[in-house]
């Protein structure tokens, strides 16, 4: 693979309950969510995953649009990540929501089939965690 970007995350203090800080300046505290027994009120690695793979889904599927000259209008892609229990350690799941109202539902659903297969997330998950794909 040919290398195009690379950025760094470094996390500090308690894992889930300590801080994250990116080679360019963001900084986030992070909580572990009050439904896995901890505190709430932070970012989680569960949100910085969801986050991540809708920007990056949409604008894969923007790309897929554009290659196809089709305009998607105001299109929305959400990603609702999951966590739980996989035998002895932990799993994620994806749902991803994909709307672009102006867009006719079986050209949107091919649109969406290509970006699955351009997405660097959608590529980095396959196989590994469950990604449900709905469109609206």
Do not use: W
């Not at 901890?38 to 290659?67: D, I, K, M, W």
């Amino acid at each position: 693979m040919n290398v195009l970007y690379n950025t760094t995350s470094t996390a500090t203090g308690a894992g889930r309950d300590g801080k994250v800080a990116t080679q360019d300046g963001l900084e986030l505290d992070l909580a572990i969510p009050k439904e896995l027994g901890g505190p709430g009120g932070a970012t989680n690695p569960e949100q910085l995953f969801a986050s991540g793979y809708a920007a990056c889904f949409h604008s894969a599927l923007q790309t897929v649009a554009r290659a196809a000259k089709v305009k998607l209008g105001e299109s929305t892609v959400r990603a609702t990540v999951g966590i739980g229990k996989d035998g002895e350690g932990f799993g994620l799941t994806v749902a991803l929501g994909v709307s672009a109202p102006e867009v006719e539902r079986e050209a949107l659903e091919g649109l969406v089939a290509k970006a699955h297969q351009v997405c660097p997330y959608s590529n980095a998950t396959r196989g590994n965690i469950d990604v449900e794909i709905s469109v609206a």
